[in-house]
């Protein structure tokens, strides 16, 4: 079993509708949760950031953990063509390990 | 691009070939990585290197080699290129909002023929 578990998609969404992206993950010891956004042939760049369990709200964008079910998720609200990209969830144990990624999840919002 | 900048941005090699990716970062933070992404494989770290002068591996390091110059400088070396190195490689430093926060270059592509 992988650590990290993305659904790759691609999802496909009307303007305006709310999006949820989620990731499971298996070891218990992931602390420090994130969500990346890739857009086509760019590096990824952060996108939320949460440490432990609860939520985090910016703008539009909410990110939910849930360590009890090992289930961390994003949800864009009122989404824009702009959100096409690719959304790639991380996590890491420590300060001092590296990030796992999860596949990545390709959305695309259609005007 | 984040203030990482990443050399070249394409290149073309044939099989047993090698060359170097080179990495620079515009600060002088402590953690400096490299990752492949691969199409359904998502990003796989190949080194990361938590200060100058150390290096470790991640979690896909054979065939490749890396140096940390110094601070700024991190670079990732195929001594004898295959195809199945052919990948987007990106190189990334750590940022100071905590755990997990990392800069990305734009990214090179080889492809190995």
């Known amino acids: 079993q992988k650590e990290v578990e993305q659904d790759p998609g691609p999802l496909s969404v009307p303007e305006g509708a709310i999006v949820s992206l989620n990731c499971t993950y298996s070891?218990?010891?992931?602390?420090?949760f994130m969500w990346y956004r890739q857009y086509s042939r760019k590096g990824p760049e952060l996108l939320m950031y949460t440490y432990s369990s609860g939520n985090k709200e910016d703008g539009r964008f909410t990110a939910q953990v849930d360590k009890s079910s090992k289930y961390i998720s994003l949800f864009i609200r009122d989404s824009q063509p702009s959100d096409s990209a690719t959304y790639l969830c991380?996590?890491?144990?420590?300060?001092?390990?590296?990030?796992?990624f999860g596949k990545g999840t390709r959305l695309s919002v259609i005007a | 691009n984040a203030g990482v900048t990443q050399t070249p941005k394409f290149q073309v090699l044939k099989t047993g070939q090698s060359m170097t990716l080179q990495c620079a970062q515009d600060?002088?933070?402590?953690?400096m990585y490299w990752y492949r992404q691969d199409p359904g494989m998502g990003l796989r770290l190949i080194y990361y290197?938590?200060?100058?002068?150390?290096?470790d591996k991640g979690e896909v390091p054979n065939g490749y080699n890396v140096s940390r110059l110094n601070k700024r400088e991190f670079s990732l070396r195929l001594e004898s290129a295959a195809p199945s190195q052919t990948s987007v490689y990106f190189c990334a430093r750590e940022g100071l909002a905590g755990p997990g926060e990392l800069f990305f270059g734009e990214g090179s592509r080889l492809t190995v023929l």
């Open positions: 991380a996590m890491s144990r420590t300060g001092n390990t590296p990030l796992v």
């Open positions: 290197s938590a200060s100058e002068g150390t290096t």
């Open positions: 600060m002088n933070h402590n953690s």
């Open positions: 070891n218990s010891a992931f602390q420090y």
